[in-house]
C-alpha cells in the first residue's frame, strides 16, 4: 500500500513563496493591533470538549475534530458504548479566549485589549476556497462596555487592511439588539425571532423568493411586509429606510450611528449601518460588523459585541467586543495585487568549485555572514551548471565562485544574476560590501 | 456543571509577556535560518494516520492524538468495531517535511534547504517541562550526501543559539553507521545490535550499573568489555578512546572528524565526537548530533542524516540531514537570562476624561498612529485613577489626558509614567514627536 503524499482533504501544504506572504501578512496585523495597544496571547490549540461545547458556538460545533481518548479510557468507552473522545481542536479564537480571560483575569490589565493569531479547524466538507485548517486573526477589547471598542477594533483592522493596500475594503454595521427590536415592532413574536434572524441570515446565500416564502410560512404577511423596509431591504437592493428603523430601537441604532461617525472622521469612509447583517453566531448581543471588499464575494471578517460568553465559565457576565479578519481571503486579494510577495532571496549564494576547496566556499560564506549578509550556500559538489541553476532558483542576487584561479590569487568571482556580468574581487571587499 | 478553565493537562496559555518572548525567539531563529540561505516552508497541522504510523515514528507513533471519524463513517466503524480513527496530528516536523517533499519536489530548489517552524503534539503523561503541544523549529537539506549540509544545519542553529546569548551551547556528535561498525566490533552480532542500542541509549537516563546489567544479560561479558571504551566511555566518565572508535569505522570517522573541524574553524569551540550519543529515533541513518548547555539536563535539541526516510512515500532513497532546536527548554534559558523580555508597551497610552471628551482622545491617538507612533487608547471612561493604573499595567511610557482645561486651551497633559513628571504641549508636538 503506498502512502500518501497530499495532506488530507482540505488541508494545505505551503512552499515557501507563499509562506512568505502569510509571514507578511501576520507581520503587518501584528504591528499595527500593537501600535493600538493590543497586546498578544496565545491558547492551546486543543481544547477540553466541554470548553467548545454547549452554549456559544452554535452551528460551529457540529464542526468539532474531536480526539479520540487514549489507553485504558478509550478501553472503557469502547466497552460501555460511551463518550469516545475527550479533546477537541479550537474551531474559532473567541472561545478559548474567554476561557482564558475567565483562568488568568487577575494577572491581565483591565480592560484587557488582546490580538490573538493562529489556525482554527473545522471538519466542514472541503471546497474551493474553503479549509478545514486555516488562520484567524483576532482583535478583543474584554470588560468595556464603551462603544469606543467598536471604533478601535474596527479602526484597527480597516489600518492593517490599508496597511497591505486595500484602503478601499468596507464595514458593513449592525447591531443585534437592534435587529430584535425591529423584529418586534413588525409584530413578530418574541418565540419566533430566533428563527426569523436564522432564515434573514440566508438572503446573501439563497434566492430572495425562497426566504421570503419561509418567512411568510413562519410569520405570516403583515410582518414581513413590515421587514421588507429594514431587515430585508438590502436583498431587494432598495436603500433601508433607517429612519423606521432608527424607531424600532432609539438608543441602540444612536450608539450604532455614533461608531459609524467616529469611524467617517477617522478617515475610513466605506462605511454603512446595514440591517439586513446578521453574522451567524449567536453570542452576539449588540453591534454587530463585517469587513468586505468588491473584489470578493462573501466576508473579509467580522465581528461584534459577545458580552454574556464569560458566563459559560461560571463567571458573571463581562462586555467584550471582537473581530476575526478573514486571513485566508485576504490572502487571496494579496497573492492577486502581488504585495507580501517573497523579496529577491539571498544576496549571495557561494557556490563550491569542488571537495579541495569546499573549506575555502564554507569560509567565505562564514565571513558573510557574520556581517549580517545572507549568503546560501550550495550544499554539495556538484556540476556548475546545477549550482547555477540553483542559485537562479533560490533567486539570489550574487553567485561566488572560488575556483583554483582564484583561490591561487586571493579572489572570489561574483556574477550578477540579473546582468551576467561578472568581476573578480577581493573576499574582504565583499565582506566589507564593496 | 462548570466548565474548566484551566487548558487540557499538558496544555498551555501564553500570556502577553511570554508571547513576546516566544515570538523574539522564532523572529531570531527566522532571520539566522533564512542568512544562510533556508526557505520557509509549512506543512498541515493533521496528517492522514498512514502518513504518521508505519517506518519512521519510532516510539512517537505511540504518542499520536488520533482524530475521530465524523458521521457515518464513524457510525460504521462503532458498527463494526473498527478502526474509529482516520487522522492525526503531526507529533514531529520531519515526516511531515519528507512527504512535503515526496509531493512537492519538482517545485523546489534542489538541493532544497527547508525550514520549519510550528507546534506538533504529543500524547506523552504531562510533567514538568514536558508538554503535550510544543513548538519544533527545523531545518532540514534534502537532496545532499554531502557533509557540508551537517555544517551548515549544525553552525545555523549554534549561530541562532548565539544571538540569543548562548553562545556557550556544546554540540555533540556521533554516527549512526560508526556505532554500528563499534557494535559489530566488539562482536554483537547483527540481530542485537537494535536492541543494544535501545539499552545504551538508556545511559543518560538511567543508572549505568542497571543498563550493564541488561547489556551482559543480552550480550555476554566480552563485547561488553569492549564497548566499555566506546560506546559506554561517557557514562563511566572517561574519555572514550576515539583511536579505537575510527578503528571501528574508518570512513564514517574521517567525515565525522571533518565536520568538526569545520565547524571549529567557524569558531565553534564546544564540539565533541562522543560515542554514547544515540538519539531515540529509528529513522537516522549517518551522523547525528545533539546540543547541549551547562544549565539544562537533557538537550537543546538535535538531528543527524536520514537518507532513507523519502522510501515512505514510494520514491527513491533521498539523501537528507536536519536538525531541531528544542525550543521549549531554549525558553527556559530566555527566561532565566531575561533577553527577550517584553519591551516597553506602547509609546503612548490616552486617557479618556469622560464622555464628553471622548472624541478629542480618539482624535489624538488617531494622530499619533497615523505617523507611526504605538498609542494605546482606555477604551471607556472610567475613572481616572483606573485609568492610570491601565497604563502602568500596559507599561505605556507617557499616559496623556485632555481634560476640560486643556481641551479648552488646545493642549494635551503629558505624564511620563516613570519620572512622574508633567507637561501641557501641543497635539501637533506630540504627533511630530517633541
Given at each position: 500500500m503506498s502512502i500518501p503524499v497530499n495532506p488530507p482533504s482540505g488541508f494545505r501544504d505551503f512552499l515557501p513563496e507563499a509562506c512568505a506572504r502569510r509571514e507578511f501578512a501576520v507581520r503587518v496585523i501584528s504591528e499595527v493591533y500593537r501600535s493600538f495597544g493590543f497586546e498578544p496571547i496565545s491558547t492551546s490549540a486543543v481544547e477540553d470538549l466541554a470548553v467548545l461545547t454547549g452554549k456559544g458556538g452554535g452551528e460551529n460545533e457540529k464542526l468539532i475534530f474531536k480526539i479520540l481518548k487514549r489507553g485504558e479510557k478509550l478501553d472503557a468507552a469502547r466497552a460501555e458504548n460511551?463518550?469516545?473522545?475527550d479533546l477537541g481542536l479550537r474551531f474559532d479564537l473567541t472561545l478559548p479566549l474567554s476561557r482564558f480571560y475567565a483562568k488568568h483575569q487577575s494577572q491581565l490589565p483591565h480592560p484587557f485589549k488582546a490580538f490573538h493569531i493562529g489556525p482554527v479547524w473545522r471538519a466542514e466538507r472541503a471546497q474551493k476556497g474553503r479549509y478545514r485548517e486555516f488562520y484567524q486573526c483576532d482583535a478583543d477589547i474584554i470588560g468595556s462596555e464603551s462603544p469606543l471598542c467598536e471604533v478601535e477594533v474596527i479602526s484597527a483592522i480597516l489600518t492593517a487592511f490599508e496597511r497591505m493596500g486595500f484602503a478601499d475594503a468596507t464595514v458593513h454595521l449592525n447591531d443585534r439588539a437592534l435587529v430584535y427590536a425591529a423584529l418586534a415592532q413588525a409584530g413578530v413574536p418574541e418565540d419566533k425571532r430566533g428563527q426569523a434572524c436564522i432564515a434573514l441570515d440566508k438572503l446573501d446565500k439563497m434566492p430572495r423568493e425562497s426566504v421570503e416564502a419561509e418567512l411568510l410560512g413562519l410569520l405570516g404577511a403583515e410582518p414581513v411586509a413590515a421587514l421588507q423596509k429594514t431587515l430585508m431591504a438590502e436583498a431587494s437592493g432598495a436603500a433601508a429606510d433607517l429612519s423606521a428603523y432608527e424607531a424600532a430601537g432609539p438608543q441602540s441604532y444612536q450608539r450604532l450611528a455614533w461608531i459609524a461617525k467616529e469611524l467617517a472622521a477617522s478617515g475610513w469612509t466605506h462605511v454603512r449601518v446595514n440591517p439586513s447583517l446578521m453574522r451567524?453566531?449567536?453570542?452576539?448581543t449588540g453591534p454587530v460588523f463585517e469587513f468586505r471588499h468588491a473584489k470578493l464575494s462573501g466576508s473579509l471578517g467580522g465581528g461584534g459585541r459577545y458580552d454574556r460568553l464569560s458566563e459559560k465559565f461560571g463567571g458573571p457576565a463581562v462586555p467584550a467586543c471582537g473581530a476575526s479578519i478573514g486571513f485566508e481571503r485576504l490572502l487571496l486579494l494579496l497573492e492577486e495585487s502581488g504585495a507580501g510577495a517573497a523579496s529577491t532571496g539571498p544576496e549571495f549564494c557561494v557556490l563550491v568549485f569542488d571537495e579541495s576547496l569546499r573549506e575555502k566556499s564554507l569560509e567565505l560564506a562564514r565571513h558573510l555572514r557574520a556581517v549580517g549578509k545572507t549568503a546560501d550556500l550550495y550544499p554539495g559538489t556538484g556540476k556548475l551548471k546545477a549550482q547555477f541553476k540553483y542559485a537562479d532558483a533560490k533567486r539570489a542576487a550574487h553567485a561566488l565562485i572560488i575556483g583554483p584561479d582564484e583561490a591561487a590569487a586571493g579572489m572570489v568571482k561574483a556574477k550578477n544574476l540579473k546582468t551576467g556580468e561578472e568581476r573578480l574581487v577581493k573576499a574582504e571587499e565583499l565582506v566589507a560590501g564593496k
Open positions: 460511551g463518550e469516545l473522545s451567524g453566531l449567536d453570542y452576539y
